[in-house]
């Protein structure tokens, strides 16, 4: 009896395989893809929502919001107030179950007032999850900038006010400020807002002020848009001032490529950016609210406008 012959695929029954295959990725590819996004928007809310209980929480123990940074340093002496150059983000570590890179963040303080000392290096480099956007791949634990100094890095940014200098949002300034001073209402208030680091790194630091290559770039400050600014940046509106250049940076999509995507909120979530208001509950913010979002950073500027949905 002759042995049965062994037939493989003919080219023709391989070549309707694959293109099955390759079909059945093309469908599932972007399903997955968008689930992914779905989840890192919910993970990215998730943070905010931590932060803002953590918020609440230093709020309860001390009176007030934590201040934005000041650009002059003064050695720790114990109080959280008694600490300039520090961000909110450093005050809010016990918070935040980071109750170690807090202790350091005393030790770097006590050895130096400068945050590049080498005595500051376990605080400064120190990775805080929630502080991260899962979206951003780069957020995976301390970066170097263009000075060289590794750091942690943030995608969330403190809203002091509806633009540069005004100060009338829930971080305008020292010693902080009492929940009842938001009379426009919390629920209607943004409190800190999405913001990947830069390009090229020279703004992010969550430790405190980052040094920067230029005047004005060594203090940060968060604020809605747009912001009046000398820094003049291709693709933007520019509006003439006496003296200097002013450019309109409103809130809109941006790319992680584009460095004056710096000046103003933006996230890597399709349609819009996470903000956690002053009540603690967090959402996306669509971009269609424009120039209008400066309504929202404002506490106590009486508008009776609504968030969109």
Known sequence: MAPPVRRGFTLLELLVVLAVI??????T?????????????LACLNNLRQIGTGL???HAGHGRLPPPPQKKTSNWSGSPYSVQGVSFHTYLLPYVEREDL????????AASADPLDPAHDEARTGFVKVY?????GRLTGPLAGWTGVPAGYTSYLAVTGSEVGAKNGCFPGRPGIRL?????????TVMVGERPPSATLDAGWWYAVQPGPAPGFDFELAATNPIFTEFGCPGYVYRPRPGYISVLYYFAP????????RFHFWSLHPGGANFLLADGSARLVPYSVGVGLRAFASGNGGESDQLPD
């Open 22 to 27: 390759s079909l059945v990725i093309g469908l």
């Open 29 to 41: 590819l972007p399903a997955v893809q968008k689930s992914r996004a779905a989840a890192a928007r």
């Open 56 to 58: 609440h929480h230093f």
């Open 102 to 109: 807090w202790a350091a963040a005393g030790r770097g303080y």
């Open 132 to 136: 991260a956007c899962p979206a951003d």
């Open 180 to 188: 009842t001073d938001v009379t426009d209402g919390t629920s209607q």
């Open 254 to 261: 941006a790319r992680l490529d584009d460095n004056c995507a």
